[in-house]
Every structure is written in C-alpha cells, then in structure tokens.
C-alpha cells in the first residue's frame, strides 16, 4: 500500500503545476467551469492523500479503500485538466 500511496502522490503532484497555471490565467482567461472543477477535484485529492501520507510518515496501516478514494479524486483531477487543455486548444482556434 506503500507504494500505491506514494505513486498517487507522485501523480498529483505532477498534475498540480498544469492545473495551477491552468487556474491563474497562465494559457489565456480559463473557462470559470473548467476552473471550478479543478479546484474541486485539487482539494478532494489533497483532502484524500493528506491522512494517507501522514500514515505513511507513522508506519500506521493504510485501507485499500482509502488508496482507491485518492486514485479516484485524482482521476478526476486528470478529467478536468484534460478539460482544461480542450479548452486552450478551443479558444487559439477562434
């Protein structure tokens, strides 16, 4: 579980620096949905992973539920980037 925990964490922070350039504006005015869907999904994966590394830093025991509520907040952190990124690709056609 471990390992589980620190490849989820590893992947939002990679995703964390598109959504957050994606947020403040960095590619052009973001869609306000868009936004608010990243920062939905941000926070539930951070709320998710949060008591998930603490346990990690503790030797506590970790559920295979808890592992699969964080891969799922992520994934939904994936959709909404990827929403984000035909968003940009929709607004440098016009």
């Known amino acids: 579980m471990t390992t589980a925990v620190y490849d989820t964490d590893a992947s939002y922070k990679v995703l964390a620096t598109p959504a957050a350039d994606y947020v403040s504006g960095k590619f052009g005015t973001p869609n306000a949905t868009v936004k608010a869907d ?7 994966a951070i709320a998710a ?36 990124l035909s968003s940009v690709a929709a607004s440098k056609e016009q």
């Open 38 to 44: 990243i920062k939905t999904a941000s926070a539930a």
């Open 49 to 84: 992973l949060e008591p998930l590394n603490t346990a990690v830093e503790n030797s506590a025991t970790i559920s295979s539920s808890d592992v699969a509520t964080a891969q799922s907040d992520l994934a939904a952190l994936q959709k909404a980037i990827s929403a984000a």
